[in-house]
């Protein structure tokens, strides 16, 4: 109520402070059915009977001064810019209701630990430490070298990695540090063949362990190596039981991996991490990080960028062999133009014009071109075929590209057999059946 009387009577004591007329208005005086006694500046209801009405009108206006004109400007301009700052800050709010809620991190296993809290921006989406190693695992005669994955829940959505059989460890395997491990695609292969590994005890080093399920296969990775040669145990099982060589300090981790929800947020979460590690690593400014921060971003642009100088020299090195094996082409074709002198000049002698002549030692030519191509195409794919049956990288043919390297082989026979037949078109039949 304060608030509100306050509001009334402040533009009454605004004008008053600045000497400009205010208005007066009728006053009633009237007795309720209690007896109780009303005044007010309001009519009373209809059938209400007024004891008195003090009526008073508003003074006529006084001309108004220059500082009346100057405060009343003054009013008018504070209620401007109180207006727009208003308008500004629903502007602001508009802003901000328009903005996506940001995601909390989803941590599903035990409670979380320290690591887990330090990463709790609001763009990422998962957090995952990791320990790594490697080992000999062995399940009754057979036995595999490999890698140990000591991971945590969001390893698996981060990575990709979907359970082929079996459960994926549970919230009491985390934390209790339980002796279970899940097997990638060719470690279940190499142990167990077409046998169900679900179930089956195996040993890591000397530690036994029991398979809770198996991952499905993804290949190769980007740089060649065999993605599926993994298996994961929980992080703290790997810190107790398997990674003794490792040296490194109780509750330490070897890997963070991070997913955010949107690709937008990758530089602005980098930031991020990377200012919260120096923070946390008490790392003065001017000072160099002891930690690396690795985008995929930056990663996909590097092997873009790999990928395409390679292919450039590729393309140069096939430019180089198209040059030289042109040039070999026409001077095979030159030699044979000289020593078949008499033959041009007896077909000319009987009818055959320098269209013919150049006709035919352009066909000459791409014959020419054209078997080395089908040769080369041949070795090609016979080698293509044995490095997919003997090796561990994928090769895949393309007809479009057989296709593009017989056409191209060709154009060089072309190209290049042109001045030869050219040179042979030329000759003068007469002085050509005089060469011996």
Partial sequence: MSTCLLRTALPALLALACGL???????????????????????????VKV????????????????????????????????????????????????????????YRGPPAPPIIQYFAQPEVQYVAASLRGGTQIVYAESNWSTQWQGVQPDWFDINEWKIASGQSFDARDYSGASKSVILGDTVRQQLFGD???????????????????????KGQGGFGQDQ??????????ARRRLSGATALPPGAVQQISLGVGRAGDLSYAQDEVEALLRQR????????????VRNI??????????????????GAVAGISLIVGGIGIMNIMLVSVTERIREIGLRMAVGAGPGDIRKQFLAEAMLISMIGGVIG???????????????????ALDGKVVGLAAGFSIATGLFFGYYPARKASLLDPIEALRQQ
Avoid at 195 to 217: I, N, S, W
Avoid at 229 to 237: F, G, I, N, S
Avoid at 306 to 312: A, G, P, Q
């Fill in 21 to 47: 007329p205010v208005a007066h208005a009728d006053i009633y005086t009237w007795t309720d059915a209690s007896g109780r006694v009303n005044v007010s500046n309001l009519k009373p209801p209809d059938g």
């Fill in 51 to 106: 004891t008195r009405v003090v009526h008073e009108s508003a003074p006529k206006a006084a001309p108004v001064t220059p500082r009346q004109e100057v405060a009343r400007d003054t009013l008018r301009d504070a209620e401007v810019q109180v207006l727009a700052e208003r308008v500004r800050q629903l502007q602001y709010e508009v802003e901000l209701a328009k903005r996506p809620a940001p995601q909390p991190v989803e």
């Fill in 195 to 217: 046998q169900d590994a679900v179930g089956q005890t195996v040993r890591l080093g000397r530690v036994p362990f029991t398979v809770v399920a198996t991952l499905k296969p």
């Fill in 228 to 237: 599926d040669d993994v298996v994961a145990v929980p992080l703290e099982t």
């Fill in 281 to 292: 690593h008490r790392i003065q400014p001017g000072d160099d990080d002891d930690f690396s």
């Fill in 297 to 314: 971003a930056e990663v996909v642009a590097t092997r873009t960028q790999t990928t395409r100088l390679m292919s450039l020299l590729l």
């Fill in 377 to 395: 195409i041949l070795l090609g794919v016979v080698g293509a075929l044995l490095v997919s049956r003997f090796g561990s990288l994928p090769v």
